[in-house]
Nanobody, 120 residues
């Protein structure tokens, strides 16, 4: 009942920037939190950043000062502005939403993932 559509990934040189977007659609009643996770080759999936409906934000230590998460509640959309990108940021980035519909309680929904590659 809830779908996530991600966009904005691609290839960028070290020091460059990308902006990821994730829009939730379907019979969404409310969204408690939306966030971004990433998984690099051979690595465990890790939290990058999340933001709650109340505006609370959390970042992984590795991206603090470089990445910024923001939201547009009217559009049920979350953004991740990624600056000063490093090769170690290379990963598949996944959007996640903890959402409610009129008929359900909390359900965790994942996007399909978008590839971010940082290379010279």
């Amino acid at each position: 009942q809830v779908q996530l559509v991600e966009s904005g990934g691609g290839l960028v040189q070290p020091g460059g920037s990308l902006r990821l977007s994730c829009a939730a659609s379907g019979s969404v009643f409310s969204i408690d939190a939306m966030g971004w996770y990433r998984q690099a080759p051979g690595k465990q999936r890790e939290l990058v950043a999340y933001i709650t409906s109340g505006g609370s934000i959390n970042y992984a230590d590795s991206v603090k000062g470089r990445f910024t998460i923001s939201r547009d509640n009217a559009k049920n959309t979350v953004y991740l502005q990624m600056n000063s990108l490093k090769p170690e940021d290379t990963a598949v980035y996944y959007c996640n939403a903890d959402a409610r519909t009129i008929l359900t309680g909390l359900i965790s929904t994942w996007g399909q993932g978008t590839q971010v590659t940082v290379s010279s």
